[in-house]
Nanobody
């Protein structure tokens, strides 16, 4: 059974930083591209960042480029999202996702497994 467990969310002031983690189990993590998505109240779930099976290349939504960094540790079956210079509009539930393809994609429908999400709240 595949499990993705996110952690690291919380409340932070605008301009602050958070680091999200996603621990994966039940899959051959090294074969999976991984992604982060987010969903704000009343909005659709949107792409944030994705990473190839070996860490290169990475992809980002325009809204987070230069502020967020996705990375992975295949030895720990974990993917990370470092979020800097946070803005109130980054407030959302952040979801980790795993794709059975090793090639990173921005397409939500391509991902096969999802975590339960972790709340990130950025106050102004």
């Amino acid at each position: 059974q595949v499990q993705l467990v996110e952690s690291g969310g919380g409340v932070v002031q605008a301009g602050g930083s958070l680091r999200l983690s996603c621990a994966a189990s039940g899959l051959a993590f090294v074969n999976n591209a991984m992604g982060w998505f987010r969903q704000a109240p009343g909005k659709e779930r949107e792409f944030v960042a994705a990473i190839h099976w070996n860490g290169v290349p990475t992809r980002y939504a325009d809204s987070v480029k230069g502020r967020f960094t996705i990375s992975r540790d295949n030895a720990k079956n974990t993917v990370y999202l470092q979020m800097n210079s946070l803005k109130p509009e980054d407030t959302a539930i952040y979801y980790c996702a795993a794709d059975n393809s090793p090639v990173a994609t921005t397409q939500r429908a391509a991902y096969d497994y999802w975590g339960q999400g972790t709340q990130v709240t950025v106050s102004s």
